[in-house]
Nanobody, 115 residues
Framework: QVQLVESGGGLVQAGGSLRLSCVASGFRLSFYTMGWYRQVPGKQRELVATIASGGNSNYADSAKGRFTISRDNYKNTVYLQMNSLKPEDTAVYYC?????????WGQGTQVTVSS
């Protein structure tokens, strides 16, 4: 059974840092592109960053230079290191992947950045 479980969210002051983790089970994430998304109530879910199986990463403009996506294939975990956080980064952050034609999502982790 495929499962994604995020953790690491919380309340942080502007300028601070958080590291989100997403532990995968039921499949080896090393073979798949993994992504971090975020959603604010009333708005569409938006892409933050992706990392391909080969290690190439891509970022939304809002994340470039501040966020870093990485993966630990031995721990079957993908991370999102977020630095220089801003109040507009406040959202629920989700981990996601597409596997064998099906899209999977975690339950999300709340990130709140105070000004």
């Amino acid at each position: 059974q495929v499962q994604l479980v995020e953790s690491g969210g919380g309340l942080v002051q502007a300028g601070g840092s958080l590291r989100l983790s997403c532990v995968a089970s039921g499949f080896r994430l090393s073979f798949y592109t993994m992504g971090w998304y975020r959603q604010v109530p009333g708005k569409q879910r938006e892409l933050v960053a992706t990392i391909a199986s080969g290690g190439n990463s891509n970022y939304a403009d809002s994340a470039k230079g501040r966020f870093t996506i990485s993966r630990d294939n031995y721990k079957n975990t993908v991370y999102l290191q977020m630095n220089s956080l801003k109040p507009e980064d406040t959202a629920v952050y989700y981990c996601s992947t597409d596997r064998l034609g099906q899209n999977y999502w975690g339950q999300g982790t709340q990130v709140t950045v105070s000004s």
